[in-house]
């Protein structure tokens, strides 16, 4: 079982970066893929990014890919989300999700676990 907490988020103007952190409890974080889920009022949630649970493979949102960049250290029980050139549409609660064994996926469901969130506001 894994218990995330999300935090870093915060009000942030247009432009400017913000690094998002996730730490899990439970000692068998380095078999989790994590996942970065946002939702913005009124729209479901959706994809951002996801890490493996080796770190060897990426995965991004094309909304997100070349300004966004996860990260992980496993020895840490974390995951990073580097947010850069952050534009007013990236304002949302993130997420983060562990999917045990996964292989990155896009979807939701797939993910067993997920933190509490954390609100990202982008001025513009």
């Known amino acids: 079982q894994a218990d995330l907490v999300a935090s870093g988020g915060g009000l942030v103007q247009a432009g400017g970066s913000l690094r998002l952190s996730c730490a899990a409890s439970?000692?068998?974080?380095?078999?989790?893929?994590m996942g970065w889920f946002r939702q913005a009022p009124g729209k479901e949630r959706e994809f951002v990014g996801a890490i493996t649970w080796s770190g060897g493979s990426t995965y991004y949102a094309d909304s997100v890919k070349g300004r966004f960049t996860i990260s992980r250290d496993n020895a840490k029980n974390t995951v990073y989300l580097q947010m850069n050139s952050l534009k007013a549409e990236d304002t949302a609660v993130y997420y983060c999700?562990?999917?045990?064994w996964g292989s990155g996926s896009y979807y939701p469901y797939e993910y067993e676990y997920w933190g509490q969130g954390t609100q990202v506001t982008v001025s513009s």
């Open positions: 439970g000692r068998t974080f380095s078999s989790y893929t």
């Open positions: 999700a562990a999917d045990l």
